[in-house]
């Protein structure tokens, strides 16, 4: 059993000394337990917060212990009720081969009704991240104009397919490669995109955008955000995701130049979490469910094989290596 732990807290961009692969003993379940053996295990950039000391939503990752996140696996010895060998379930112990937790942390899910990694992606976290996000704190309409950025990664590829889905007159995304933003056109029905890498942000998504737009979608923060309320329309609403651009900051970073755009506009900026939302959750599932399954909405995976490349998938996620959801095959 391997298992990835913090060995000292990253200043910048982290350094492949400040992790280490441990070699662990399969851990033994206890009373109420289960011992599963993680088939996917999903890297993610808010990971890069908790690896930090800064009090946040989520609890910083211990030093010298093995680091947490979202994966999938299977039951191979159960000591709970309710829970058998065999059973596929999703639950928050990540970055390790195996785990030993109390089945009431842990979610059976459906190995034959959707491919296992789908949970954590697609129909998981970031699915439910990009529905209640786009729905509920950009109080998306039909009509909208949408602007969404990281627009080729797993959040933000279902943005825009969501809003396209649900009647957005216009969906616009920026992504970081031209291979991105040609998939987002031809693959996912984005009506225009960019490659942020290619010019400034403002002057792209004016063009892109000639009429402005009523949301965006931020999953990057900084000139991308300014761009934003450059566009926003009367009544805009911009919901605040993720500022993947400063993660590795070791100065905060300047905020927009042009807030006082948001007077005449009456534009509101909001972030939200999406461990807010899981009420949502069963609507998500019923709406999206069809969709995926049925291929209206289209997603990719990229997929990195093996424990020992855990870390290396969750720094390529920083580098924009991955296109759609970024998961860990064991
Ligand atoms: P993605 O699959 O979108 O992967 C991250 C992507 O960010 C990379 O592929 C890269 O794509 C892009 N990126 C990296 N650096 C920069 C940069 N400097 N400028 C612009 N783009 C950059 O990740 P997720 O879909 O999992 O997450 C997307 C965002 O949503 C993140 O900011 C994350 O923190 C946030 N999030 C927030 C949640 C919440 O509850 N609020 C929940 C889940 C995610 P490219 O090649 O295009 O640069």
């Known amino acids: ?29 206890g009373e109420g337990q289960i011992l599963v053996r993680n088939a ?27 680091m947490q996140g979202g994966a999938v696996g299977e039951v191979v010895a159960s000591n709970a009720e309710g829970f058998s060998v065999g059973d596929h379930v999703l639950h928050f112990f990540g970055w390790r081969e195996y785990a030993a937790l109390d089945a009431q942390h842990a979610v059976k899910v459906d190995a034959s009704a959707a491919p296992l990694s789908t949970y954590l992606g697609v129909l998981g976290m970031t699915g439910l991240t990009a ?66 890498k290619n010019g400034p942000v403002a002057e792209q998504l004016r063009e892109a955008a000639p009429d402005g ?71 998500f599932v019923q709406e999206v469910g069809p969709w995926v399954a049925s291929g209206a909405l289209k997603y990719r995976e990229t997929v990195v094989e093996g424990i020992e490349n855990n870390l290396e998938a969750f720094l390529g996620v920083l580098r924009g290596d991955n296109t759609g959801k970024m998961i860990v095959k064991l």
Request: proline content about 6%; glycine content about 12%.
């Open 213 to 283: 737009i009523d949301v965006y979608f931020d999953n990057v923060g900084g000139d991308h955000l300014e761009a934003a309320i450059g566009s926003l329309n009367q009544g805009g609403r911009i919901a605040v995701c993720g500022m993947i651009s400063v993660y590795n900051n070791t100065e905060p970073a300047p905020g927009p130049r042009n807030l006082a755009r948001l007077i005449q506009t009456r534009g509101r900026i909001e972030g939200f979490l999406v461990g807010d939302h899981y009420d949502l959750q069963p609507q």
């Open 131 to 196: 529905y209640a996000g786009l729905l509920r704190t950009a109080s998306f309409k039909e009509g909208d104009v949408v602007f969404v950025s990281g627009a080729a990664g797993a959040v933000g590829s279902q943005v825009g397919q969501i809003a396209k889905l649900k009647g957005a007159s216009r969906v616009i995304g920026s992504a970081g490669s031209d291979e991105k933003v040609k998939l987002l056109l031809e693959e996912y029905g984005f009506d225009a995109a960019f490659n942020y």
């Open 1 to 29: 059993n391997r298992e990835w732990h913090l060995q000292s807290r990253p200043v910048g961009w982290p350094k492949p000394e400040d992790f280490a692969l441990v070699e662990a003993p399969v851990p033994t379940p």
């Open 40 to 66: 996917y295990v999903s890297v993610d950039p808010y990971m890069r917060g908790r690896m930090s000391a800064a009090k946040s939503y989520a609890a910083p990752y211990e030093l010298g212990k093995v």
